[in-house]
């Protein structure tokens, strides 16, 4: 497990803050040149990608000697802002657990995969296998949007964190914004005056009235009920003025199976009853980024194998069944990819201290290792 550990701490050492979170972060440049040299130094077939300008991905390739299946593994690179001392760029040991950002979420993830490049590429397996270490999951995702536009497989493992069980779901997510309008005026001027932020009440209410829908009504079995909250609002000129505008923002959490057209219809219903005998009443809906739920059968081929694995190597293969945030399985999965996601153990993800249970990563790499080699042949 050293080399393990010591490629973790080379990882977490590098610092790869996402520059879209966090102004003047350093991007995923310095942890690519690492990832690919380093890929390429142990035989495997590197190819660098662009998701934007001067923000690569590192695809490393491991050719198949013949017709087996192909198999993807992937993790990102980013990582949020640094933290407190455990959240920062020095990785440190104590016990079984190595601290630092991107330690968990999930530079741990990434270096049990180059790993396992480098171990197939000793022995190449009949299919392929690829590995994908990519930009910008935590904010837009570019960086796996770009890998499915070049690059397919016949299945995928997204290596995030999920305490050791197979997370065969997630909830998808859709930003909206609701603007009510009014008009400006001296707050005097009772009859020229149109207040915005008034008008949002009835919408706020109906928000409410829906998230209560959602959490009463269907239930996932395995990611809970769909959920809406405001996040944001903001409007308003000055104390003494009339707002002529208000604009709310707002998260609809989805579950397989939502759309987002199925999301807009809800607020545009909203907004319709906001303004039910309301001639004065406007408001416009506009959604934002959209990411769809993600959800694979737990019949497909790449989550038996995997499972057969995890029993083999720790005794049980249980399904994850608890909310988790958005990742990019559901982007792989929309591309004809079935995908599974499967992780260590840790905490502290976004957190002032972030950490990995370093014991459940070399599992992982085993076990990775093992699905591949038994899926790709």
């Not at 040991?93 to 993830?109: C, F, H, I, Q, T």
């Not at 009510?180 to 001296?186: D, I, Q």
């Amino acid at each position: 497990m050293s080399e393990l550990v010591d490629l973790l701490g080379q990882l977490v050492a590098i610092d790869s803050v996402n520059p879209d979170l966090v102004a003047g972060g350093a991007g995923e440049r310095e942890i690519a040149a690492f990832v690919g040299e380093w890929l390429s130094r142990a035989g495997v077939e590197v190819v660098f990608q662009e998701s934007a300008p001067g923000r690569m991905n590192v695809i490393g390739i491991v050719k198949g000697t013949g017709s087996g299946r192909s198999l993807m593994l992937n993790a990102h690179m980013d990582t949020v802002g640094l933290g407190g001392p455990d959240g920062n760029l020095t990785p440190r040991v104590e016990g079984n657990r190595l601290y630092g950002r991107g330690a968990w979420d999930m530079k741990g993830s990434l270096a049990a995969i180059m790993l396992v490049a480098a171990e197939v590429a000793k022995a190449p397996l009949q299919g392929d296998l690829i590995v994908t270490a990519v930009t910008d999951e935590e904010f837009a995702s570019i960086g796996t949007q770009a890998i499915v536009r070049d690059y397919t497989a016949d299945a995928a493992i997204v290596t995030e964190p999920s305490d050791m069980e197979a997370c065969v779901a997630h909830k998808g997510f859709v930003w909206a914004e609701i603007e009510t309008s009014g008009e400006a005026a001296h707050g005097s001027r009772l009859n020229a005056g149109i207040d915005a932020i008034a008008k949002m009440g009835g919408v706020l209410v109906g928000l409410t009235q829906l998230d209560r829908d959602l959490r009463s009504g269907p239930i996932h079995p395995l990611v809970e009920s769909a959920s809406v909250h405001a996040s944001l609002i903001e409007g308003g000129i000055e104390l003494s003025t009339y707002p002529d505008r208000c604009l709310l923002h707002i998260e609809r959490r989805t579950i397989p199976g939502e759309t987002a057209e199925k999301v807009e219809a809800e607020l545009q219903s909203i907004v319709a009853r906001a303004g039910e005998n309301d001639p004065a009443f406007r408001a416009e809906v506009r959604l934002g980024i959209v990411r769809n739920p993600f959800e694979v059968s737990t019949d497909a081929p790449i989550v038996q194998t995997l499972r057969r694995a995890m029993s083999d190597a720790i005794g049980h293969d249980r399904i994850f069944k608890r909310t988790t945030g958005w990742m990019d399985s559901a982007l792989l999965s929309a591309a004809g990819i079935p995908t599974v996601v499967f992780g260590p153990g840790g905490d502290g993800a976004h957190a002032a201290s972030e950490w990995i249970d370093l014991d459940q990563l070399e599992q992982c790499r085993l076990i990775y290792l093992a699905t591949a080699r038994e899926f790709c042949g």
